[in-house]
């Protein structure tokens, strides 16, 4: 898994695919984290424009060329229909934060031969997120 978590972390840009301007709600924690690692990380929110003062993307087809790692902070069934979208945008590591997991997502995944972490790994402990 930590071969996983190395790839996904070597991306130029990450992109957040559920972003919240909601300080408690994970979308939120999962973008500050980025940026406090000094990651350029992109808010994936059809709904914002900015969070954390970082100009919105509308849908995973907007994403810049350089993001090839996703975190998806997604329900189950949200998840299920992004992800075949993030695949055909190009992305090749997609980190589903728990609780977002889908059992189809992941095997769809592992078929495109995409990096997927769906273990219950979160990127706030693997990166260490502090709450300021």
């Given at each position: 898994?930590?071969?996983?978590?190395?790839?996904?972390?070597?991306?130029?840009?990450?992109?957040?695919?559920?972003?919240?301007?909601?300080?408690?709600?994970?979308?939120?924690?999962?973008?500050?984290?980025?940026?406090?690692?000094?990651?350029?990380?992109?808010?994936?929110?059809?709904?914002?424009?900015?969070?954390?003062?970082?100009?919105?993307?509308?849908?995973?087809?907007?994403?810049?060329?350089?993001?090839?790692?996703?975190?998806?902070?997604?329900?189950?069934?949200?998840?299920?229909?992004?992800?075949?979208?993030?695949?055909?945008?190009?992305?090749?590591?997609?980190?589903?934060?728990?609780?977002?997991?889908?059992?189809?997502?992941?095997?769809?995944?592992?078929?495109?031969?995409?990096?997927?972490?769906?273990?219950g790994s979160c990127l706030l402990v693997v990166l260490g997120y502090h709450d300021?």
């Amino acid at each position: 898994m930590q071969q996983q978590i190395d790839k996904f972390l070597t991306a130029g840009a990450f992109g957040v695919v559920g972003a919240s301007s909601n300080r408690q709600k994970f979308g939120n924690r999962v973008l500050r984290c980025y940026l406090q690692n000094g990651k350029r990380a992109v808010p994936v929110n059809p709904n914002e424009v900015e969070i954390e003062g970082v100009a919105c993307v509308k849908s995973i087809e907007e994403l810049p060329p350089e993001v090839k790692s996703i975190s998806m902070i997604t329900p189950p069934a949200v998840t299920e229909q992004l992800v075949p979208r993030a695949i055909a945008h190009g992305i090749e590591n997609i980190w589903m934060q728990p609780g977002a997991e889908s059992a189809s997502a992941v095997a769809l995944c592992r078929g495109k031969g995409i990096n997927v972490i769906a273990d219950g790994s979160c990127l706030l402990v693997v990166l260490g997120y502090h709450d300021h």
